[in-house]
């Protein structure tokens, strides 16, 4: 009887296997433009604003955060603006800022505002 019984639990842990879903494939984590940035010149950054949000979108990237509240809660506050870019991963997160269209214009913002900006990659869904 006891061997009927592994026999039994044997096939149950194979066929629960079997039927298992396979578990979904990764999908690679997405990249972030994040920039804090204080306005030294607000009516040459109008320029930089107008023409960089259309080249956001062009390149697949979205925009999460564009301005609005900030508070510092540990160590120094943000200076200004803070911006959030998403884009579908890291390569392409750095690919438009290398793309020869915003080099064109990074001008715009380094000149005209104070800022910090870096490229992160996020978690893997």
Do not use: Q, W
């Not at 306005?39 to 979205?62: D, L, W």
């Not at 609005?68 to 870019?85: F, M, Q, S």
């Not at 392409?92 to 992160?120: G, Q, W």
């Amino acid at each position: 009887m006891k061997a009927g019984l592994t026999a039994i639990a044997a096939f149950v842990l194979v066929a629960g296997c079997a039927a298992a879903p396979a578990p979904e494939a990764a999908t690679s984590p997405k990249g972030y433009v994040i920039v804090e940035i204080d306005v030294t010149n607000p009516e040459a950054y109008e320029g930089y604003k107008a023409a960089a949000a259309s080249m956001v979108a062009a390149a697949g990237g979205r925009y999460l955060v564009r301005g609005g509240k900030a508070e510092g809660r540990e160590g120094p506050p943000p200076r200004g603006r803070v911006v959030i870019l998403e884009y579908p991963s890291f390569d392409a997160a750095k690919a438009f800022l290398e793309s020869p269209e915003y080099v064109e214009i990074i001008h715009l913002r380094t000149d005209n505002t104070f800022s910090r900006l870096m490229v992160v990659e996020g978690v893997v869904p």
